[in-house]
């Protein structure tokens, strides 16, 4: 088919996203002349409304940001309260914590491979087109996501926005009995996110590589949750407190979320900025070595090496990420001895306190200030999806162009596919907006 | 409401964790019936019942949830999976405001009122 040289690509909602979301591309002398990867959803107003409320109520009130995600908000909210008042929590509290978060990644990512993006390969307009010719891989997908819900309905008291969580530690802390439940169904996860990485790896992945700058917590000897510094492949070593001396927040107008970005002074002069990436990619290539061997074999056995910079690899790195998720979250089981208390105490304290902890879709990063009796005085929350809102438009911007041969149809589900590879949470990144009324 | 009508001769869930968690919950039971808010455009509070097991669900009378997997998906994705159950009937009760806020408007008050009453008659009903 012969090359168009002017062409609009337009989705007005995309579909299997979070969200409400849509996505222009304008062609121009068989050039990209312009791509928006557009966020409508209203903005949400959490920062603000953070502000006032006691410093014991951001877990519970963060939670709501997202439905998927709310332990990751959990973790960060809570971290950094911990941060502001000095506090550090360690042994038994801590690990609980991991499991937390290993239950929010093995359902996230579950739920993201096979009801949101596999249809993509495989050439299903939905998951419920796809569940009719792959039930068996579809089943699998939903076993494993009612695993993940499980450790989150048993430690966090419930699947969506947990009630357990405090700064501090947990209302109430697990036996060991009752952890142990955990260990049948774990056991057979284990086998369920083989046979989706199976299953995964011999999809066909578009020939598309970028030269991210990847940036992800990195721990000195675990792959990262909750603790660890904010590096980047291009050498940024830095603790959360200092994340807003490095990246930046702009307000696009074609988007109600904040996006987010580098400042690049070296390369651009002052006041520039450059795209970066987070989430699973980012996480991997910065931290194979924290996986355990047997994960790693699985990754070079789905044809993945140390370091991914192919997008939509993504879902096979999701799909690693799962199968150690759950080796962790064995592991950790296998380890428990209950805590003496279900939380340390923490008193407030006036002062500022950040925390970065990985999402299932990359770095979220909270910074509060808080007040001597505790009331939050200030919020600053940075989802990962706002994030990467650059970074989508640039993989679509070099993704595009050598594909103009394809019909419209055609280039257009591709470029949907290119935006899930983010498994973009939409909610998420809408969280805040600043909103200034021109009159006139 | 219905639980405290059909206490102790159905099961009765609150239901919050979208499409994958209705398929665990259903898993098993020979009759089912969901209760959801519907976005139809017809007035609010209306109650309208759909037999489930015998014709598809329209995804557009329902509004989406996160990740876009809600009631109708759910349904969908049972039906392809044969996790279906025999009997699946949806009451959807039309709301007017989704937006922000913790109230339910009086139309829709109302309507709930009727729709316990009408699944209480229908699942007695069944049982004898």
């Known amino acids: 088919m012969s090359e168009r040289k002017n062409r609009n690509i337009k989705v007005a909602m995309l579909a299997r996203v979070e969200g409400e979301g849509g996505l222009e591309v304008r062609v121009r002398n068989g050039r990209v002349a312009d791509v928006k990867f557009r966020i409508f959803e209203p903005p949400r107003l959490f920062e603000a409304f953070l502000r006032g409320r006691q410093f014991t109520e951001a877990p519970d009130i963060t939670a709501r940001i997202c439905g998927i995600c709310p332990v990751a908000y959990q973790m960060s909210s809570v971290h950094a309260m911990e941060a502001a008042c000095g506090v550090t929590v360690d042994g038994p509290l801590r690990e609980l914590r991991r499991l937390l978060y290993c239950g929010e990644w093995i359902e996230s990512h579950a739920l993201h491979v096979v009801m949101l993006h596999a249809p993509d390969f495989l050439g299903y307009e939905s998951a419920i087109h796809m569940a009719k010719d792959h039930a068996g891989q579809v089943a699998n997908g939903l076993a494993l996501k009612k695993t993940g819900n499980a450790i989150v309905a048993l430690l966090g008291g419930r699947e969506i926005h947990p009630i357990n969580v405090r700064v501090g530690g947990f209302y109430r802390t697990p036996t060991k009995r009752e952890l142990r439940t955990l260990v049948e169904p774990l056991e057979r996860a284990r086998e369920q996110a083989l046979a989706l990485l199976t299953w995964v790896k011999v999809f066909e992945f578009p020939d598309f590589e970028r030269d991210y700058e990847f940036v992800a917590l990195r721990h000195p000897q675990e792959y990262p949750f909750n603790e660890g510094q904010i590096v980047s492949s291009l050498g940024l070593e830095i603790p959360a407190a200092e994340y807003e001396r490095h990246f930046v927040e702009e307000h696009a107008q074609h988007s109600n979320a904040l996006q987010g970005a580098k400042r690049a002074p070296v390369e651009g002069g002052p006041g520039a900025v450059k795209s970066y990436l987070v989430g699973p990619l980012a996480r991997y290539s910065l931290n194979f070595d924290r996986l355990t061997p047997a994960v790693q074999q699985a990754a070079r056995d789905a044809g993945l090496g140390p370091v991914c910079r192919n997008p939509f690899h993504g879902i096979l790195v999701r799909s690693v990420e799962t199968l150690w998720a759950v080796e962790e979250a064995l592991r950790i089981v296998a380890a428990y001895e209950p805590p003496a208390a279900p939380a340390v105490q923490v008193e407030p304290r006036a002062g500022t306190g950040a925390s970065a902890t990985e999402a299932p879709r990359g770095l979220l990063v909270h910074r509060y200030r808080i007040e001597a009796d505790g009331s939050i005085a200030d919020a600053k929350i940075i989802p990962p999806t706002s994030q990467n809102q650059k970074s989508i438009e640039e993989d679509l911007w070099r993704f595009i162009e050598p594909r103009l041969e394809l019909d419209d149809a055609t280039l257009t589900w591709q470029c949907e596919q290119a935006v899930r590879n983010y498994d973009p949470c939409i909610s998420c990144a809408t969280h805040f907006l600043k909103l200034r009324r021109v009159e006139g | ?128």
Request: aromatic share 4%; glycine share 10%; net charge negative.
């Open chain 2, 1 to 128: 409401m219905v639980r405290a009508l059909l206490w102790p001769r159905a099961r009765v869930l609150e239901c919050a964790g979208g499409a994958t968690a209705l398929l665990e919950a259903w898993q098993g039971e020979p009759v089912v019936v969901v209760v959801d808010a519907m976005s139809t455009g017809s007035a609010a509070g209306t109650v309208r019942r759909l037999d489930a097991s015998r014709e598809p669900l329209r995804a557009e009378l329902f509004r989406g949830s996160s990740h876009g997997l809600g009631l109708a998906e759910a349904v969908e994705l049972a039906r392809s999976l044969g996790q279906l159950p025999p009997s699946l009937v949806i009451y959807g009760i039309e709301g007017t405001d989704f937006g922000l806020g913790t109230r339910l408007s009086y139309p829709v008050e109302c309507a709930v009122r009727e729709a316990a009453l009408l699944i209480s008659e229908e699942l007695l009903a069944d049982r004898n």
